[in-house]
């Protein structure tokens, strides 16, 4: 049992994130004083939004600089604090050039120096740390031998390496190394958040990142021949969020918790958006043959290795746990998508 003193402020790190935004606005919402990380406090475009809600709530903001690779970045922001919420971690599947460098060592690293920090500073009595589902497999056919194909905590991504599938190896490695690091002290108990791809609006107006992609790639004609038999885990970018405050002040909460809402293919994604939009947007209609993945996917960042252990693979996820241990409901999708693709209209990105 952690209980948790709502009285004393509450770090989230990598306050810029699309996910740790929601966390600190609802922290916020609740009273909670905050404190969050960011890399360059003068990036005006990746900050606007925690300087708005830093005067919407007067004096439970404060903003603090820190790198995942910088050793003792995060000491100051911690001291002081009785819960750490970890979110930051590079997330980006393509356009990958060095693994090593843009992804495993800053996940690693970053989890590192801030497990570092949370063992100088006596206050600190629970760390939650966002991993990913992707800490629990890599492909969908590492489900093949699972009953029901159907995924739970007690798995671990055995599959990725730094050639295949490098940024669930870097969650895999980071959370990994968390678990080893809090298993050598007896302060402070651990809690990870696993959720599987997230969706839904942003509190910012930032629009890049690989949720914002996969969304535009729904509607705006690239998937207009078809979309590959594919199963993908979706959850809510609010959900998720309140996941990780759940998971903060939940006393008896333990563990490591699956965070996804339902496993869909992606034409059933594609359906849902199409129930609303109707024929407003080039939406997939259908799937490609697996051959045809395997000769186009290339095109679309596809290897042919991935191509073989997703494309038409039975998959899923079992999120039980997360709503008995934290009591987590989950919106629909339906919500979430239509609300996401609103808002990159409001955005004028579509
Ligand atoms: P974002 O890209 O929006 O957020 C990532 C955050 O990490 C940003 O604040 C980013 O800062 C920060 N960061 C990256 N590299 C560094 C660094 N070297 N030093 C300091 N901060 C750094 O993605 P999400 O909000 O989606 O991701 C947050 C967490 O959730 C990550 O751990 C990700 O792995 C995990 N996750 C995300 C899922 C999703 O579908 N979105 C699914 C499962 C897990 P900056 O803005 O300066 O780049």
Known sequence: MTNIDKKAPVLVTGGSGYIASWIIKYLLEDGISVRTTVRNLRDLKKVEHLLEL??????????FEADLIANG?????VKGTELVIHTASPFFISGIKD??????????QGTRNVLESVNKADSVKRVVLTSSVASIYGDNIDAANVPGNKLTEEHWNTSSSLSH????????????????????????????INPSFVMGPSVSNRVDGTSVDFMLSMVNGKFKSGVPNT????????D???????????????????TSAQTLPMLGAAKILREK???????????????????VGPFFG?????????????FDLDNSYSQKDLGLKYRPLSETFVEHIEQLEAAKLI
């Open 54 to 63: 830093s005067k919407k709530f007067p004096g439970k903001l404060e903003l």
């Open 165 to 192: 599938q490098p940024y669930p190896y870097s969650k895999t490695l980071a959370e990994k190394e968390a678990w080893e690091i809090n298993k050598n002290q007896n302060r402070w108990d651990l809690l990870v």
């Open 99 to 108: 693994a090593q460098k843009q992804l495993v060592e800053p996940a690693l």
């Open 73 to 77: 970045s995060f000491d100051q922001a």
């Open 240 to 258: 998720v969020a309140k996941a990780h405050i759940l998971a903060g002040f939940t006393p008896s909460a333990k563990g490591r918790h699956i």
């Open 302 to 314: 596809l290897s042919w290795a991935n191509t073989s252990r997703n494309v038409g693979i039975p």
């Open 231 to 238: 199963l993908i885990g979706f959850v809510d970018v609010r």
């Open 277 to 295: 939009f109707g024929k407003k947007y080039p939406i997939p209609t259908g799937e490609l043959p697996k051959f045809l993945v395997y000769l």
